[in-house]
């Protein structure tokens, strides 16, 4: 079983939708979360950093985590064209991800115009 | 990616050779990091370094090496050893052990063997 899981895709939804991303993990020792988004041929951008269980909101996103689970979710309000991208998990078991951070493969998102 | 800087943007290389990826940062960070992305594989850790002149494996360090002579540069040397060294490699930096931020990526240097 691998560390992170997550659905590779393509997620394809119309455009004004709400988008639930979604990741599991095993090891309890997670303990920081992470969700990048990374367009063709770019380097991941951060878009939401949590520690604690529960939601934690910026603009038109939300990050849920569920540690009790080992679960984390990603939801994309009013979603746009411009969405349209790779949103990849991550986490560590460390402040910082000092010792690096465990990805999952990636969600390819598509918002259909 | 901000204060990350990473060159070249493309990298060919024949079989054979050592080529040499460079990651500059000018955020003060202690931390630097370098990633390797393979096609439906996500990010996987190759080296890290905490502190200048100090350095860790991660999980695929073999036929790469690193060094860290200054806290601005973490080149990535990707070495003849590296059997498949095909893939897209992306630097990061993030704070100390103590730190309560993350990691921030550079723009990432896609290196093809030819």
């Known amino acids: 079983q691998k560390e992170v899981e997550q659905d590779p895709g393509p997620l394809s939804v119309p455009e004004g939708a709400i988008v639930s991303l979604n990741c599991t993990y095993s090891n309890s020792a997670f303990q920081y979360f992470m969700w990048y988004r990374q367009y063709s041929r770019k380097g991941p951008e951060l878009l939401m950093y949590t520690y604690s269980s529960g939601n934690k909101e910026d603009g038109r996103f939300t990050a849920q985590v569920d540690k009790s689970s080992k679960y984390i979710s990603l939801f994309i309000r009013d979603s746009q064209p411009s969405d349209s991208a790779t949103y990849l998990c991550?986490?560590?078991?460390?402040?910082?991800?000092?010792?690096?951070?465990?990805f999952g493969k990636g969600t390819h998102l598509i918002i259909q115009p | 990616d901000g204060g990350i800087t990473q060159s070249p943007k493309y990298l060919f290389r024949k079989e054979g050779q050592n080529v040499t990826l460079s990651c500059e940062q000018n955020l003060n960070h202690d931390a630097m990091y370098w990633y390797r992305q393979d096609p439906g594989q996500g990010l996987r850790l190759i080296y890290y370094?905490?502190?200048?002149?100090?350095?860790q494996k991660g999980d695929i360090a073999e036929g790469y090496s690193v060094s860290r002579e200054k806290k601005e540069s973490f080149p990535l040397t990707v070495t003849s050893a590296q059997k498949n060294p095909t893939a897209f490699y992306l630097c990061?930096?993030?704070?100390?052990?103590?730190?309560?931020?993350?990691?921030?990526f550079g723009p990432g240097t896609r290196l093809t063997v030819l």
């Open positions: 370094s905490q502190i200048v002149n100090d350095f």
């Open positions: 990061a930096t993030g704070g100390a052990i103590t730190s309560t931020d993350t990691q921030y």
């Open positions: 991550a986490m560590s078991k460390s402040g910082g991800g000092a010792d690096g951070l465990t």
